[in-house]
């Protein structure tokens, strides 16, 4: 079975800083995706970034981005010049043939 | 079990027959959550049950759509006259409430396709 962890309950940044979550999988699958999804106070789960396995190059959208290392199954989101809106809890999720796995959560804390 | 347990895991319909689809929550979790994963998209709130409070249903994309929780134990969503835009992952999700410090689990998903 798939499992994601997320090694770190709770991390906080500076305002205008650069923060680095990490998450690590397990799987035995070659073809599957792999997603951050914040979580603000509201029950919405928000699409951050996306990686599919198969492509090499690091996925990027505007501050964030990750770092991909399929051989050690490492997908670390990086938020560059943070903000305090991004303050919210971090999944990490792993999908395959419609299974989805998530990590159980790290939730960022955004000092002004 | 220890996780939260969604059942079926696959489901193939045919266009136009109702399917419903089952969520075991963490036992002790007051809160229960419904997402649909399109493929490629991210998730979409569906409904959430907060202990005996009526449901919040302002995700349900039409009235095909409903869901019904027995307390605090298994919740079942249901699809009427399924759609082949239906067709998606669906997860159930559960914490031990509201605050936001609780973590949230999730079950592996119901993946649904309507032919």
């Known amino acids: 079975a798939q499992t994601v962890t997320q090694s770190q309950p709770e991390m906080s940044v500076q ?10 999988y397990d799987t035995s699958e070659s073809d599957y995706y792999l997603f951050w999804y914040k979580q603000p106070p509201s029950r919405q789960m928000i699409l951050v970034i996306r990686q ?7 996925a990027t959208e505007n501050r964030f981005s990750v770092n991909f290392q399929k051989a050690a199954k ?10 305090l809106g991004d303050a919210a809890m971090y999944f990490c999720a792993y999908r ?3 299974k989805s796995t ?5 939730t960022l804390t955004v000092k002004p | 079990g220890a996780g939260v347990s ?11 027959k109702d399917v419903e689809l089952r969520c075991d929550p963490i036992s002790g979790h007051t809160a229960l959550y ?12 569906l409904i959430y049950f ?6 919040d249903k302002s995700g349900l994309p039409s009235d095909r759509f409903s869901a019904e929780r027995t307390g605090e134990s298994v919740s079942t969503l249901t699809i009427q006259r399924t759609q082949q835009e239906d067709s998606a992952v669906y997860l159930c999700a559960s914490s031990l409430n509201r605050g936001r410090r609780n973590t949230i689990y999730f079950g592996e998903g119901s993946w649904l396709t309507v032919v």
Do not use: H, M
Request: aromatic share 10%; with cysteine.
């Open chain 2, 6 to 16: 969604q059942s079926p895991s696959n489901k193939v319909t045919e266009k136009g």
């Open chain 1, 96 to 98: 395959s043939q419609g």
């Open chain 2, 34 to 45: 419904w997402y649909r994963q399109r493929l490629g998209q991210g998730l979409e709130f």
């Open chain 1, 52 to 58: 599919e396995a198969y492509k090499q190059q690091n």
């Open chain 1, 74 to 83: 490492s997908f670390s989101l990086k938020i560059s010049d943070s903000q």
């Open chain 1, 102 to 106: 998530f990590g159980d959560g790290t």
């Open chain 1, 15 to 24: 305002e205008a800083e650069t923060v680095t979550l990490s998450c690590t």
């Open chain 2, 50 to 55: 907060q202990g005996n409070s009526a449901p």
